[in-house]
T-cell receptor, first 115, second 112 residues
């Protein structure tokens, strides 16, 4: 248990569906992240939020839409996804102070399959 | 560009020692992390190096040479539960915040 939870753990959706992934951290951190992990590929950073403000969008397609209502919660809204978007989506959090990011703690991930 | 290389797979025997290497070429360097990830689980933090040298933490040690762009993770007295993927990640300066660049991970299989 890392103090970062994600729901759902598994998700199957069609290309026309709309779904949302949820992440919650119980560590008092001020930065949260979404990563994509595909087979045989490195973890890819998607979005970064610091103090609820998005500070990084790593050229992610607009069919992925993040939302950070407060420093403990992070959502990833999904719509009209493609089969190649099937992957493990990991959320992480860390404490950041003056641009220095401390160790990131990861949630268990959501395994997404797009049909 | 950012590039991190580590072997794709390794096999070792229970009770033995294994060294997992990581080389990197990145624009900016602000520390190197090692994470362990069991299948279907979250990556968990193992070690962090920002200065050259060896950091020891129980059965796990991590070494860094910044001039060579090189790190290794050393696992001693291997146990079956050490079978997992080991991720090397470099922290770089980027935009409004630092960020982690990950390698593809090394899948370690520990055999009896």
């Amino acid at each position: 248990e890392t103090g970062v939870t994600q729901t759902p753990r598994h998700l199957v959706m069609g290309m026309t569906n709309k779904k949302s992934l949820k992440c919650e951290q119980h560590l008092g951190h001020n930065a949260m992240y979404w990563y994509k992990q595909s087979a045989k590929k490195p973890l890819e950073l998607m979005f970064v939020y610091n103090f609820k403000e998005q500070t990084e969008n790593n050229s992610v397609p607009s069919r992925f839409s993040p939302e950070c209502p407060n420093s403990s919660h992070l959502f990833l809204h999904l719509h009209t996804l493609q089969p190649e978007d099937s992957a493990l989506y990991l959320c992480a959090s860390s404490q950041e102070y003056r641009g220095l990011v401390e160790t990131q703690y990861f949630g268990p991930g959501t395994r997404l399959l797009v049909l | 560009g950012q590039n991190i290389d580590q072997p794709t797979e390794m096999t070792a025997t229970e009770g033995a020692i294994v060294q997992i290497n990581c080389t990197y070429q990145t624009s900016g360097f602000n520390g190197l992390f090692w994470y362990q990830q069991h299948a279907g689980e979250a990556p968990t933090f193992l070690s962090y190096n920002v200065l050259d040298g060896l950091e020891e933490k129980g059965r796990f040690s991590s070494f860094l040479s910044r001039s060579k762009g090189y790190s290794y993770l050393l696992l001693k007295e291997l146990q079956m539960k050490d079978s997992a993927s080991y991720l090397c990640a470099v922290r770089v300066y980027g935009g409004a915040t630092n960020k982690l660049i990950f390698g593809t991970g090394t899948l370690l299989a520990v055999q009896p």
